[in-house]
């Protein structure tokens, strides 16, 4: 049977278009834990954020949320007051100078065994006239102090906007749903909320491409790797 030519093109690009697919999906490899397992921290330094938003606030909220899904998930983390307190100190005050510092110098001043090492993408809200948006976004990379080795990087997003449905009512009920979220997002500090989630998505032990469980939990040495 004889194809149109419309379809013969079609047919020749089948094999680029498998190709390119086989290619997409050879991207998408697992995390390689190997790093992390033989490194076996049971320390985190969490350092002060860099804050790649225009909010001010960015930095300092989602560094408040770091210590707990950390040591739930059995690290010890190193007080925030007792880190920032010791830069301030050693008169470091600014986050990308603290970045910057040697990692046998960050270890010689805690003796931690890791660094935690996060950047703030997004921070804040976005006003538009059906609605409006808090949005955190942070990406993070966990590094061995005592050999400079990288452990772990991941990222995670969240969002005011998450699981609203539709208000009903139409257009007017849309306009009213979103002049409530405005007013509420607007005199309270929504990001200081939505950092929360963030950092809980982000830092808690085994999740899909997550930090692995630290020897203070009971599921040290028996998660395996987290599914991706």
């Not at 007080?79 to 990692?103: R, S, Y």
């Not at 001043?109 to 006003?127: E, K, M, N, Q, R």
């Not at 309270?188 to 999740?207: F, Q």
């Amino acid at each position: 049977m004889r194809l149109h030519a419309p379809l013969r093109r079609f047919a020749a690009l089948l094999p680029i278009l498998a190709l390119l697919a086989g290619c997409a999906k050879q991207a998408v490899k697992p995390f390689d834990y190997t790093a992390f397992k033989t490194a076996r921290p049971a320390s985190i330094l969490v350092l002060p954020p860099l804050n790649s938003s225009p909010d001010i606030k960015a930095s300092d909220s989602v560094m408040s949320h770091t210590s707990v899904p950390l040591a739930e998930s059995g690290y010890y983390v190193f007080p925030v007051t007792l880190t920032e307190e010791t830069f301030k100190q050693n008169g470091l005050t600014v986050p990308a100078d603290i970045h910057a510092l040697p990692f046998d110098k960050l270890r010689q001043i805690f003796g931690a065994d890791a660094a935690l090492y996060i950047d703030v993408v997004h921070y804040g809200t976005s006003y538009a006239l059906l609605a409006s948006e808090t949005r955190v976004t942070a990406k993070a990379r966990l590094v061995d102090l005592r050999s400079g080795t990288e452990l772990w990087n991941g990222a995670a997003t969240a969002s005011s906007a998450e699981g609203r449905g539709d208000s009903g009512g139409g257009l007017i009920g849309m306009l009213i749903s979103a002049a409530l979220y405005q007013i509420a997002e607007t005199v309270a500090d929504h990001g200081h909320r939505i950092a929360e989630i963030t950092d809980a998505r982000l830092l808690y032990a085994g999740r899909p491409h997550g930090m692995l469980y630290g020897p203070r939990s009971p599921m040290y040495l028996k998660d395996g790797v987290p599914a991706e």
